[in-house]
DNA sequence: TTGAAAGCGCTAACAG
DNA sequence: CTGTTAGCGCTTTCAA
């Protein structure tokens, strides 16, 4: 049992003494033979230990792989340790199962510059996760010559898409916070290029930015921040690479220290908020009484500590993504599925209290 | 760009004058052409959009596919919705990546018998992820001619497994709980067959149950408590088919309608743990006060309410899976790792009170 | 219903 | 350093 190379197809036809295409039909078309000769099929296969057709020599010959790729940014442990990222998942799970597909992980670091994998992947096509426009496993994706789809981005033209309107769903918070009188705001973003960068985000810099989404969620702010009087190149802006709560205390930190006087925290990920909003807690200021801390995403986390934040469908994301990508008929590439988005109002933002106010208490 | 099945291998070797073996080394085996000739192959490649060597039919070549496959119970979704499935992927995907493997999710749902999907699987082994001894998945996987390690259940010899003391593990519990003083306790477990079941578990039920794990956690606490001279005839056991706070929410209060007389909820999962927690005390119940309330797992959720439960290590449990798995040095099949559990003394468990005192308060 | 012929695209000896 | 020879194991027209 379970040994090695048993037997082939050919072999058992030999066995048998008939032909491959007989026990091919076998397998993949019962209705082409009868059930005696397919029963006979069968029996001999298990008696030899024939395990059936060997799934690769089949996908060579189908050019049907029967699996989806998934390409990320992050390593693929990174995957599971992210609360988004694990409901995005879920979402292209569903999308895959739905239609019989496998997913299939593939490992890129971002470090690693080992594009290997992507070539050797055996699917049908790929779906991208938010990595960014200079990502090179996404350009050994775009060499292969099977469908792809990216989710969020880069924003390439020519490819299928599903996204939101990132500009349009940070601006509804950026109201928000101008609404509750807030002008001294601090940035706190993920990631802005491949290269590592635990610091401050220069207007220089965020202009640049390889991260699509959050380069457009930063132009957002500054332009809504512009249009009531605030100088963006005075708004303090703080990067960070790994996608982490500490990441999110750190930075928040930051922020205070460059300007203690800022009355709000932006905080590009729910992640980088609950970071910051424990942190802040821990040494004892008030959220949102002494400061506001706002989120992006919409995880589960953050409405369970009842965050103000942005909520994207994540979920739906990852089926959309998967669905675009299964879908046979194409109805005129590239397609583009474009989400809605909400903001929720959570406890964690309220109006800027006075400096008075601050001194002295109520 | 993204042209359709552009050129192959041949093809290039064809216009380039060269033979296949010059272009297939151009790409495997760097070393063995000149730096010239081989930048001209790949040139050449990029000029005619030659996608490099095609994944599969290198796969059927070579015979490796560069990626292992997970099998589990559930729906491929439920991977992602499930806090300890989450860490155990986790954890494999740490030591695929680390082997520069892909992970292919293979889906397999509990209800509908598809096993094509695992025929489908291009991959060089199969990591079995906590299935009933008569999955059919499980037998489809046990055909292919690959490698499989299965993690906790079934416990088959002649496969390399990697798994808890499940008997020790709980009997800890148990422990625990017949010296605080109880004895009179009710069981809330999980699935025990391929079935759906949703409601008492006889003794009969629990000693023909298929999900190893299961039975032997409830056997070791029927020896237990036996030992103390409690009647396990007349303990109360509900199973529930999803793994689900909703369900652990149920069956409490199935045992507590069994017998409202029972101190203690043991639950074999701190999924059913945390919904029996939730439950009991929207329902104006003190816990532990009132009524214990044990887990099984010591996922993070357990950790923050503060359960009292067993800990086993997960991540560990995924990547040890798919290190022995990826092993390629193979001293002696079948192999065994074996990983510790602990005791967590959390805030749900105490001393039984008195009759009186339940009625009279303090 | 069954069989014969023709590859899918690639790599791995081995010989030059 | 380069080419020749032989398949890996299967499916699929097409004809019998």
Redesign the pocket.
């Known amino acids: 049992m379970n040994a090695r190379?048993p037997?082939?197809?050919?072999?058992?036809?030999a066995e048998l003494?008939?032909?491959?295409?007989?026990?091919?039909?076998a397998?993949?078309?019962p209705?082409?033979?009868?059930p005696?000769?397919?029963k006979r099929v069968l029996d001999t296969a298990r008696r030899l230990g024939?395990?059936?057709?060997?799934p690769?020599?089949?996908s060579?010959?189908?050019?049907k792989a029967g699996a989806v790729g998934l390409l990320l940014t992050e390593n693929l442990s990174y995957a599971f340790r992210d609360p988004g990222a694990v409901v995005f998942l879920e979402g292209l799970a569903l999308a895959c199962e739905d239609a019989g597909h496998g997913l299939l992980l593939v490992p890129a670091s971002p470090e690693r510059e080992d594009v290997a994998a992507v070539h050797r992947a055996g699917v049908d096509g790929f779906v991208v996760y938010s990595v960014p426009d200079d990502d090179p496993h996404l350009a050994a994706v775009m060499e292969r010559p099977v469908p792809v789809v990216i989710c969020d981005q880069p924003n390439l033209e020519s490819i299928d898409r599903v996204g939101i309107d990132d500009s349009h769903a940070i601006k509804t918070m950026a109201e928000h916070l101008i609404n509750l009188g807030h002008r001294r705001i601090g940035v706190s973003c993920m990631r802005l290029a491949r290269g590592r960068n635990d610091g401050i985000a220069s207007v220089q810099r965020q202009a640049n930015a390889s991260f699509h989404v959050q380069k457009a969620r930063l132009t957002a702010l500054a332009e809504a921040f512009s249009e009531v009087g605030v100088d963006w190149e005075q708004v303090p802006v703080v990067e960070r690479f790994d996608h982490t709560t500490a990441s999110g205390a750190s930075a928040v930190n930051q922020l205070l220290e460059m300007d203690p006087e800022i009355t709000a925290v932006v905080c590009t990920s729910d992640i980088l908020a609950l970071g910051a909003l424990d942190e802040v807690r821990e040494r004892g200021r008030r959220v949102p009484e002494d400061l506001t801390i706002t989120g992006f995403d919409g995880i589960v986390e953050a409405e369970r500590a009842g965050l103000t934040t942005v909520r994207q469908p994540i979920l739906e994301k990852g089926r959309a993504a998967g669905r675009l990508l299964l879908d046979t008929s194409e109805p005129g590439r590239p397609r583009e599925v474009r989400l809605e988005t909400q903001l929720v109002t959570g406890t964690t933002a309220a109006s800027p209290r006075s400096v008075e106010e601050r001194w002295f208490g109520f």
């Open positions: 190379r037997a082939t197809l050919a072999s058992l036809a003494g008939v032909s491959r295409t007989t026990v091919s039909n397998y993949n078309r209705d082409q033979l009868s005696e000769l397919r024939y395990p059936g057709p060997d690769v020599a089949r060579l010959r189908t050019r």
